[in-house]
Antibody
């Protein structure tokens, strides 16, 4: 199992960024997938999750209406479109497999991509 | 929203037993998962559903969950176990995942 994130970088407040996660080594279309972030020196925060077929999506309240999670099962890819970015969105964003059966654990994680929101 | 409370730090001598707690309202009724994160690395799942160990995780790692407290126990602690540990549950009320604030394990 391998998860490789990309797309992070420096963006101004109010700007947009699209993160990608390339998955391999497992049947991508059979798993819920999530984004989890970690602000510098802080703990883990779950951001969003998407059902195997993309039909259900859930978000933490702080990003609802600004972030959109999506997936392309044909290309084994997960995405996070981030709009109206704020300083407090600065974090390492991890792609994670799970939660298992929508309610369980995250059994594999990518290495993360850093998003910095600053003027 | 559902809150998980962990002690900021736990210290233990090599060879001893470390216990890291995770407190939440009636957490004993939920499945608790634990992650180990070393500096500069992604989290690694060490315990799922209270006490199950994923393959490749040493038997020294164990877990329990009852009442308002879940506990991760690390026996015969090694210097290489030094890391941040996080607990995680699913909150049925919001269908959201919640993480504890993390506990830094220091091996003296």
């Amino acid at each position: 199992v391998q998860l490789v994130e990309s797309g992070g970088g420096l963006v101004q407040p109010g700007g947009s960024l699209r993160l990608s996660c390339a998955a391999s080594g497992f049947t991508f279309s059979s798993y819920w997938m999530s984004w989890v972030r970690q602000a510098p020196g802080k703990g883990l925060e779950w951001v969003a999750k998407i059902k195997e077929d993309g039909s259900q999506k859930y978000y933490v309240d702080s990003v609802k209406g600004r972030f959109t999670i999506s997936r392309d099962n044909a290309n084994n890819s997960l995405y996070l479109q981030m709009n109206s970015l704020r300083a407090e969105d600065t974090a390492v964003y991890y792609c994670a497999r799970g939660p298992r059966d929508s309610v369980g654990e995250f059994d594999y994680w990518g290495q993360g991509t850093l998003v910095t929101v600053s003027s | 929203s559902y809150v998980l409370t962990q002690p900021p730090s736990v210290s233990v001598a090599p060879g001893k037993t470390a216990r890291i707690t995770c407190e939440g309202n009636n957490i004993g009724g939920k499945g608790v998962h634990w992650y180990q994160q070393k500096p500069g690395q992604a989290p690694v799942l060490v315990i799922h559903y209270d006490s199950d160990r994923p393959s490749g995780i040493p038997e020294r790692f164990s877990g329990s969950n009852s009442g308002n407290t879940a506990t991760l126990t690390i026996s015969r602690v090694e210097v290489g176990d030094e890391a941040e540990f996080y607990c995680q549950v699913w909150n049925s009320g919001t269908d959201h995942t919640v993480f504890g604030g993390g506990t830094k394990l220091t091996v003296l």
